[in-house]
């Protein structure tokens, strides 16, 4: 039974709009969850994370929001760019983050120009 | 210059050998994963280490062995027990701390069985 879910296998924005990507989870243990970034054949690269004692957390042009009633997560990236073009996986984890990541499906985002 | 290494980059095997991928960090850290990922699919975890000389199975650690003699280092051998072992496989280290828990991954060696 999949714990994290990310229902959208992919998205396309036009370059300088806003990039919004879902997550949901099922586990109510989890209180710690990350987004990664990666490219083909390459390691995911962190990008952002939030504590379950949060709301939103801001990064630059990439925003997490976490809604914790709901067990549902996005990330926003305003604006867009071309460069932005990869796989986004959410992920999460439980006991303050001292157990080991579960990672949803991903997301391919495409950035048109 | 810090970081996690995988080597190597590309492997081929035949059929019903076993292989060691390798997997090397400098940056300290107290734990150590493999992952594995099929197309279409998230990143699965195989093993993971919190200390040395101890490691636990993960979702999907049949037919592969690790060990984790040296805080550095953590091998994986796909044994030929694994009946699909051709996929990329990544591993990744975390510093152990309460309240946060963001995973380093190395570049990935991607495994094919001829």
């Known amino acids: 039974d999949q714990q994290v879910k990310q229902n959208s296998p992919s998205l396309s924005v036009q370059e300088g709009r806003i990039s919004i990507l879902n997550c949901d989870y099922t586990n109510s243990m989890f209180d710690y969850f990350l987004w990664y970034k990666k490219y083909p054949a390459e390691g995911p690269t962190f990008l952002i994370s939030?504590?379950?004692?949060?709301d939103k957390n801001e990064d630059g042009r990439f925003t997490v929001f976490l809604n914790k009633s709901a067990k549902h997560l996005s990330l926003h990236i305003v604006p867009s760019q071309p460069g932005d073009s990869a796989v986004y996986f959410c992920?999460?984890?439980?006991?303050?983050?001292?157990?080991?990541?579960?990672f949803g499906k991903g997301t391919r985002l495409s950035v048109i120009a | 210059d810090g970081g996690i290494t995988q080597s190597p980059k590309y492997l081929f095997r035949k059929e019903g050998q076993n292989v060691t991928l390798s997997c090397e960090q400098n940056l300290n850290h107290d734990a150590m994963y493999w992952y594995r990922q099929d197309p279409g699919q998230g990143l699965r975890l195989i093993y993971y280490?919190?200390?040395?000389?101890?490691?636990q199975k993960g979702d999907i650690a049949e037919g592969y062995s690790v060990s984790r003699e040296k805080k550095e280092s953590f091998p994986l051998t796909v044994t030929s027990a694994q009946k699909n072992p051709t996929a990329f496989y990544l591993c990744?280290?975390?510093?152990?701390?309460?309240?946060?828990?963001?995973?380093?991954f190395g570049p990935g060696t991607r495994l094919t069985v001829l």
């Open positions: 990744a280290s975390s510093i152990i701390r309460a309240g946060r828990n963001e995973q380093f």
């Open positions: 992920a999460a984890s439980a006991d303050s983050g001292n157990t080991p990541l579960v």
């Open positions: 280490s919190q200390i040395v000389n101890d490691f």
């Open positions: 939030i504590s379950s004692i949060k």
